[in-house]
């Protein structure tokens, strides 16, 4: 949180320290109106704490913000930008909205998401046992509406099957299950390793060829490329935990072909509750 705090303007940052940095979830920087995600539930941000009203904030400082995270080179973080975020150390992702330059950035920024990572140790335990197996895991679907704790599950996932003696590889597109920067990183396990910043099918094509994991654990499956990376992954004989955005099983409606996973983990009623786990068949575990 001090991290942010520092690319933040004054009084943003001055109204942050009255809140508990556990409960912080997402930041939203918009020239209407400044609100937070604290605890699960979205408040205007001002002087005088949460609230129905809240900060503006102008465009000049929404684009402040953006250098600052950049590190005073947007050139630098391009890749990144044209993509629609920002990674900063530590697993924050800023999301970036303005006017975009098809295929080459976004510019004229007039909104800005900077969520934080939450380490919750045990998060899993209620699943653990639902998937996994003698050596490795079943192939597991983590299912989420946004913000309902699925990567903090899928961190906590991959930190208690490492640790039992698993090799996990986690594809890290956008830096956030594992936020491995500077040399740092959350906790993952002791038998983790990490490929950040590429596709899925890139990743698990190198990832199993050279690391010869025993589990893959990626977030969230937008496209029906990552459909086919994930199941070529699944039938190549590695075990796969991935998530994907939904309230239930109507993303098979949009992926009919995602069949491959053998345990589906639904989300929802609160951050981290889990309202059930299926087979892949949909019948209840």
């Known amino acids: 949180m001090e991290s942010i705090k520092k690319i933040l303007p004054s009084r943003i940052s001055k109204a942050l320290n009255g809140l508990d940095a556990s409960k912080v979830y997402e930041l939203r920087l918009r020239l209407q109106r400044v609100s937070v995600n604290y605890g699960g539930r979205f408040f205007g941000l001002s002087d005088v704490g949460l609230g129905s009203g809240g900060f503006t904030v102008t ?8 250098l600052k995270a950049s590190g005073h080179s947007i050139y630098a973080v391009n890749d990144q930008i044209k993509s629609g975020f920002l990674c900063l150390s530590g697993g924050v992702r800023i999301g970036v909205c303005g006017e975009v330059v098809l295929g080459k950035t976004i510019k004229n ?3 800005l998401n900077i969520r934080f990572p939450h380490e919750i140790i045990g998060c899993a335990d209620g699943i653990i046992g639902l998937i996994a197996r003698e050596r490795g895991c079943y192939n597991t ?15 906590d996932l991959a930190r208690q099957l490492s640790n039992r003696g698993s090799n996990v590889l986690i594809a890290d597109e956008r830096y956030e299950i594992a936020a491995y920067n500077d040399g740092k990183s959350l906790d ?8 950040s910043g ?8 190198q990832g199993i060829r050279y690391m010869r994991p025993d589990i893959i654990v990626v977030d969230e499956i937008t496209s029906n490329d990552d459909v086919k990376a994930v199941c070529r992954a699944c039938s190549s004989g590695v075990s796969v935990i991935a998530s994907i955005h939904a309230s ?16 589906i983990a639904v989300l929802g009623g609160g951050v981290g509750q889990i309202k059930g786990v299926f087979d892949g068949d949909g019948e209840r575990i």
């Open 109 to 111: 920024f007039t909104s």
């Open 59 to 66: 465009a000049s400082e929404i684009e402040d913000v953006v």
């Open 198 to 205: 590429t596709s899925k099918d890139f990743a698990f094509s």
């Open 141 to 155: 679907l983590i299912v989420s509406a946004p913000g309902i704790g699925k990567t903090t599950l899928l961190r």
């Open 188 to 195: 993952v396990g002791k038998n983790s390793d990490v490929i």
């Open 248 to 263: 239930g099983f109507e993303y098979k409606n949009r992926f009919p072909d995602l069949d491959c996973f053998d345990r």
